[in-house]
Antibody, heavy 119, light 107 residues
Framework: EVQLVESGGGLVKPGGSLRLSCAAS????????INWVRQAPGKGLEWVSS????????YYADSVRGRFTISRDDAKNSLYLQMNSLRAEDTAIYYC????????????WGRGTLVTVSS | EIVLTQSPATLSLSPGERATLSCRAS??????LSWYQQRPGQAPRLLIY???NRATGIPARFSGGGSGTDFTLTISSLEPEDFAIYYC?????????FGQGTKVEIK
């Protein structure tokens, strides 16, 4: 089955760190760009970060640049998001989403993992 | 940053009716606009990419149009499963942004 499965979410205190993972299956992971998109409770969608094939291009939203790091391991068919210096406003469901090539729309989404930043 | 403005915020319609959703961009997108559907408690799903191309498995009742700064998503005849929130998203430049969403609700 073609799917993306996120993990690693949870409750963390402000200023803390968390590492999210996204496991891909059913398709050739290395040939796709992958993204993180988040959704705060009851709110709309917000793009967070993108990484192209071979990690050639990496992009971040201004709201997370310098605090979050995206990476991928094609041998493990996995995407990661290292999140440091977390803030209350980072509380959201984090989705990983696939992009064909560098066309930068999202043709496959995972179910998401919830990150809650609270003291 | 390109701002996408969706209208209306809420659309109240009955099953079988036609729905027309709008997405307006703050600058030209050429045709680099996509549409997504999000049902309650679910992840978003790609419907339309590059303004008018239906994604794999998307029913023909969904169609997209427009170019430049004005785009539309049309659902020709609403099915019960179509009542959801719809988002537009551009890929014209970085950062990628989404519209704020249009909720299609049962009248």
């Amino acid at each position: 089955e073609v799917q993306l499965v996120e993990s690693g979410g949870g409750l963390v205190k402000p200023g803390g760190s968390l590492r999210l993972s996204c496991a891909a299956s059913g398709f050739t992971f290395s040939t796709y760009s992958i993204n993180w998109v988040r959704q705060a409770p009851g709110k709309g969608l917000e793009w967070v970060s993108s990484i192209s094939t071979s990690s050639t291009y990496i992009y971040y939203a201004d709201s997370v640049r310098g605090r979050f790091t995206i990476s991928r391991d094609d041998a493990k068919n996995s995407l990661y998001l290292q999140m440091n210096s977390l803030r209350a406003e980072d509380t959201a469901i984090y989705y990983c989403a696939r992009t064909p090539g560098t066309y930068w729309f999202f043709d496959l989404w995972g179910r998401g993992t919830l990150v809650t930043v609270s003291s | 940053e390109i701002v996408l403005t969706q209208s209306p915020a809420t659309l109240s319609l009955s099953p079988g009716e036609r729905a027309t959703l709008s997405c307006r961009a703050s600058q030209s997108l050429d045709s680099y606009l996509s549409w997504y559907q999000q049902r309650p408690g679910q992840a978003p799903r790609l419907l339309i990419y590059d303004a008018s191309n239906r994604a794999t498995g998307i029913p023909a009742r969904f169609s997209g149009g427009g170019s430049g700064t004005d785009f539309t998503l049309t659902i020709s005849s609403l099915e019960p499963e179509d009542f959801a929130i719809y988002y537009c998203q551009h890929r014209r430049s970085w950062p990628l942004t989404f519209g704020q969403g249009t909720k299609v609700e049962i009248k």
